[in-house]
């Protein structure tokens, strides 16, 4: 069957067929996953698009989570119910939205085959289904005990069921671990360290527990020079750092963990970051690597394989952190590029990996880091050179407060789709390069 | 850049004495960085780093331990016990490759 037959074979005789025959739809967009990246870039190329073009969103749930927030809630600083909203209430109308589990993505074809059997054929496709935790693929990890003594907070589950563990904790050993990189949100587990510290201090439990940070890399963080800063923040809180841990195994009865090269680490709770993978469809249609993560061009999030699929957000295996920041600034500049693809015209963006973050430190104050793909965190002033009114790579008040309000830039500006200030490529003024 | 030279070969290290040209590297060479730290490689060490340098020509990045794992299909705990403690930077070292980044 040719492609244009069997678009109208598969669209004649729905809903989606008959809004499409009635505005002239010629050409679709079909984005997959409605978290950061698919909400922004389909909310934003919903206005940008040409006419003639249709964008259909397919996710699996009908509720969007504000991810940043998962780090609060196990210390009771955030209810619950202020990190989710409704799918359908961040996505602009006008988009044509699928709840549907994703089967996999026929590239060749160009069409995306739900479970069930449903099809939705595409001419240009935008994967955006993120990275998720996998606590299944380390032996041990997914037993009786998890959510409990055995907890995490990259969930919204797993958050609320940390708070609870929490509550119940009267001291001893309390381990936060990485599994392995990459994963979503590197500086979340240095946070989570620091946030503990301070709880522990409020809750007159930091004279009877041990806090230890348990990570595969050399140091606290991946770039050096933060590696330094952080690992410096982490001595002065008289936190422990168990370094090039590769986990082999977790025995929930025991209450340890072990590595490849045989050490053990006890916990009264652990508080792990699982694996981190991408959507398991991903490598069901040949289009990932070994974590599943699309493969693409790290400067256009364009698939090295497919001139029309495109990955945003976590999915890519673009070589920078797995952040909201990132999904924001490689979705602005990915807009430019797409309306040149479809348009025919060379490419006029190139992405350059900038990331910045917050970092809580405890005590009400936040550090914030900026970098790229060639940068290292910088110290200086952000985002207005001299001026501020943040200051990178330095633990302030004002960093804590920036994270804080973040929130709400996110619900009411970056999902809608609306421009902020800030820059996506990284910009050197005002800041200084930290001696290496 | 410091330059060294390791068993008569004129090379250009980083800090931690990781070749920082991977053009630069034989091995003759992989052989002589394999013996500074204590590994006598076998037909099984070579294996590995023979992938690492063909995997980097396609990637221009090193392979991650779990990479080798899987593209190779040897367990990673055998990984541990052919370069001990700290085998993605062994291999990587050999190989004379940069440190594997999987980390941002």
Redesign the interface.
């Known amino acids: 069957m040719s492609r244009r037959s069997r678009l109208a074979w598969t669209g004649a005789h729905t809903r989606t067929g008959i809004i499409d025959a009635m505005a002239n739809v010629t050409k679709r967009l079909v984005v997959l996953g409605a978290g950061t990246a698919g909400t922004m870039v389909a909310n934003r190329l919903l206005k940008s698009l040409p006419d003639g073009w249709s964008i259909t969103v397919v996710d699996k749930s009908d509720t969007h989570y504000y991810q940043p927030g998962y780090l609060f809630i196990p210390f009771g600083m955030l209810p619950p119910s202020k990190v989710t909203r409704p799918t359908r209430d961040v996505l602009a109308k006008g988009l044509d939205v699928v709840a549907g589990e994703i089967d996999r993505v026929d590239a060749d074809a160009n069409v995306v085959y739900l479970e069930g059997g449903r099809e939705l054929p595409y001419d240009q496709l935008v994967i955006a289904t993120g990275t998720s935790p996998r606590p299944d693929q380390t032996p041990g990890m997914d037993g009786p005990e998890l959510h409990k003594s055995v907890g995490e907070f990259y969930t919204y589950e797993g958050a609320v069921a940390l708070r609870d563990a929490l509550k119940k904790f009267t001291g001893g050993r309390l381990v936060m671990h990485i599994t ?3 994963f979503k949100c ?1 500086v979340a587990p240095l946070e989570f360290t620091f946030l503990a510290e301070d709880w522990l201090r409020k809750n007159g439990l930091r004279d009877k527990t041990e806090l230890v940070f348990v990570t595969p ?2 140091g606290a963080f ?2 050096p020079v933060a590696s330094r800063a952080l690992g410096h923040l982490l001595k002065e809180k008289g936190i422990s750092v168990e370094t ?1 841990f ?1 986990i ?1 195994s977790v025995d929930q009865e025991a209450k340890v963990i072990r590595s ?2 045989e050490r053990e680490i006890a916990y009264d709770q652990l508080v792990t970051v699982p694996l981190n993978m991408g959507a398991d469809f991903v490598a069901r249609s040949g289009l990932g ?3 599943n993560y699309v493969l693409v061009d790290k400067h256009t999030n364009r698939s090295t394989q497919y001139d029309n699929i495109w990955a945003l957000g976590d999915a890519s295996n673009i ?3 797995k952040a909201g920041a990132v999904a924001h600034f490689s979705v602005e500049m990915f807009e430019e590029n797409f309306l040149d693809a479809i348009a025919a015209r060379p490419l006029s963006r190139s992405f350059d990996g900038h990331a910045n973050c917050f970092v809580e430190s405890g005590h009400g104050k936040a550090l914030l880091l900026d970098f790229n793909y060639d940068t290292e965190p910088l110290t200086g002033t952000f985002p207005l050179a001299k001026v501020g009114p943040m200051s990178l790579l330095k633990e302030s008040r004002i960093n804590h407060i920036g994270k804080l309000a973040f929130r709400q830039i996110y619900w009411n500006m970056l999902l809608p789709g609306r421009n902020i200030p800030i820059p996506p490529e990284m910009r050197m003024a005002g800041k200084i390069p930290a001696e290496k | 850049m410091p330059m060294t030279t390791i068993a008569g070969h004129e090379v250009e290290v980083n800090e931690e004495g990781f070749l920082t040209k991977p053009e630069q590297w034989s091995e003759d060479l992989g052989a002589e960085l394999a013996k500074l730290i204590g590994i006598d490689m076998t037909d099984e060490h070579w294996n590995l780093v023979r992938f690492l340098r063909k995997d980097y020509d396609v990637q221009h ?1 090193t392979a ?4 080798v794992s ?2 190779t299909g040897k367990p ?2 055998d990984l ?1 016990v052919l370069f ?3 085998p993605a ?1 062994k291999m990587a070292y050999v190989a004379g490759l940069p440190k594997p ?4």
């Open positions: 392995e990189m990459p590197p890399l050399d991946t770039k090039d590769m082999e490849y090269d690597d070994e974590l070589p920078t952190s | 990045e991650t331990l779990r990479r899987t593209q990673v705990k541990f001990p403690a700290k930077k980044k999987g980390c941002v």
